[in-house]
């Protein structure tokens, strides 16, 4: 394979892998953030104005026969009266939650920014979640949003820390020892709290259909670019071990109802996740329904919102059932103590997911845990990287060196039999078996990397560690593009340029100068660089300052083999090496001894004269 063929498979590779991300990104501009009136917390909002949790239950009389009709004769008394909402405050979260359904109005996270600079506040739900869909005798569905919960507490904030915990119930109590109980515990240093929701003999209200756990429309965005982190949204249910995802990235809403022992049920942004974990695990075992569906902002930005229901029949009498609500970060050490790390992206579970899991995020936070600086760390694993992958670039770099020196024979050889393609192709054969070259060798080791590379991409890309960490200079965020040129027009959907990928596209170039010698690729080392630089301008800055280092690296070792080495390889040497028949070789000899053996060839070989005299023909009878 010569050098125009390996270039081609990188760059198909590369594009086909990173094309879909970035050909319609746009970046959303700023959207002016709301306040909640009973709180300082500031939270960005896109399209959903925030919940006043404050609200008073409007002083007009309701119509007791409309609601009688909506909710039934039951449950219509239990939706009046004053909503009231508690605030819990622990280490690492502040949250809210209202007596309408007993559900959380806000779940601020107190170490994380959105990217405007104020608190990462993910409850999205208007009303609260998770709730109850409750099925009732009087033949009506009944969404516990609309009613009023008593709690068993006066206070309206509540602070604990470290090891506290506190105890929170709300209930619908019909007197006679039936009721509807939900017991939340919260934690001091926890980003999950425990729901434990109890039906008490309630059967001549509640049906044996039970009723639906929900969890309403996904999670707020974080971050500046909507359609960028629509792309890591998605809802995930793992069943028995095994993982099933809805993924509502068309205009198409998607629906999908697994069953089976439920281990976890999420949804997810881009480094934050919201999950219902059964406790005990798999104590859960059931039918999980699950809803995505995808809305269009201002400046061709992209919402997916996603919708998440257990259904729990009730088989009367006191049942209970208890689950863990992990609302947080997508940090892999937090998220694997609750088991459900499977919401980190590694890249694909039977190959890349291994590589970034259980060997780079390691060796990344490693380097961290000593340096304690994200854009310095990055720079000593492309050099870590590029020492582990020494023995397959050391291949490829050899490959190129032998090309290099037969370059100009095979030029002769181009020159001479250019008019007739299949004696060249035959002439190049022998030369590469003559001088013991592989075609495959240059070939091999790029493809052999692509999994490495892939693995490394996902897990620059969204690790969260990144996230807002600023390094020098102009980079401020290295889970961001570092933009410094905006273009007056768009090309290919691309209209801003970033630093680090004007770098990496220069160090591409000089790398390429150094290993490029057909006169027929020339052109590539120019077209390359430019190219890469549109396309990685949308890459996160971390990213591309990998990249960026790991091509410096690879130009140092090549000016290192070209110029510095103790013995530089002369085409006499090349020819008295020994030959050693590459699987490449040999299968291309084998073809060609069957084909010869069946009065066939192959494409691109000659074929021995046939000594076989041709029979008469037949005499007509």
Known sequence: ???????????????????TFYISIKVVPPTKPTQNRDTTTLVADTNLKNVDVKKEVSSVVPDSLKLVSQFGPTFAPYTGGIEKVITIENDLVQAQITSKGATLLNWTLKKFKSWNGFPTQLIWAKGGTPSLLINSRDNVQIDDRNLNYSFNTENNHIKISGNDSVEIIAKIDFGNNRYIAKRLVFYGNKYHFRKEIIFSNVDEYVTTRGYNLQWQNGLRY?????????SEAKAIVSLNGELVEADASSDEPVQISPAGKLDFAAVKIKYFTAAIIPEPKGSFDGTVYVNGYQTHVENNGVIEKYNLALNIPYRGGTQQKSFDIYIGPIDYGIVSSYGISAVVNFGWRFLVRPIGEFFMLPIFKLIYSIIGNYGISIIIFALIMKIILYPLTISQMRSSQRMQLIAPELQKIRDKYKDDPQKMNQEIMKLYSEYGIN??????????????????WAVLRTAIELRQAPFILWISDLSLPDYILTLPISLLGIKHISGLSVLMGVTLFFQQKLTITDPRQKSMIYIMPILFIFLFSYFPSGLNLYYFTFNLFSILHQIYLNKFSRKKLTLADLKKQPKKEGWFQRKLREAQEIAEAQGRRVPGQTTRPSTQKPRPPKKKK
Not at 1 to 19: C, E, F, G, P
Not at 222 to 230: A, F, I, K, P, Y
């Open 222 to 230: 974080q971050e500046m670019n909507s359609v960028d982190e629509s």
């Open 1 to 19: 394979m010569d050098r125009k063929s390996i270039l081609a498979i990188i760059i198909i590779t590369i594009i086909l892998t990173i094309w």
């Open 439 to 456: 075609p495959m060798g240059g070939c091999l080791p790029l493809l052999l990397q692509l999994p490495i590379l892939y693995a490394l």
